[in-house]
């Protein structure tokens, strides 16, 4: 799916490694969703921002791709 906030990158469906939690995360912009039913141009947080308040480095090693 294109991320509607960037129109450049591919949202793609990972979870983070150190609690589980699910993300669709644009590859581009690092626009960050919950469900995927939530991914549009409104309530998405930023990547880095949201690994952060988890304390986690906000890097992509720290989550693991899902299939979609």
């Known amino acids: 799916m294109l991320c509607p906030r960037c129109n450049q990158g591919d949202v793609i469906h990972?979870?983070?490694?150190?609690?589980g939690q699910h993300l669709?995360?644009?590859?581009?912009?690092?626009?960050?969703?919950?469900?995927?039913?939530?991914?549009?141009l409104h309530g998405?947080?930023?990547f880095g921002s949201y690994m952060e308040t988890i304390g986690s480095a906000p890097l992509w090693s720290e989550i693991t791709i899902e299939d979609s």
């Open 14 to 19: 990972a979870r983070v490694k150190k609690t």
């Open 24 to 40: 669709f995360v644009c590859e581009e912009c690092e626009a960050t969703w919950f469900s995927r039913e939530a991914i549009g």
């Open 44 to 46: 998405f947080i930023d």
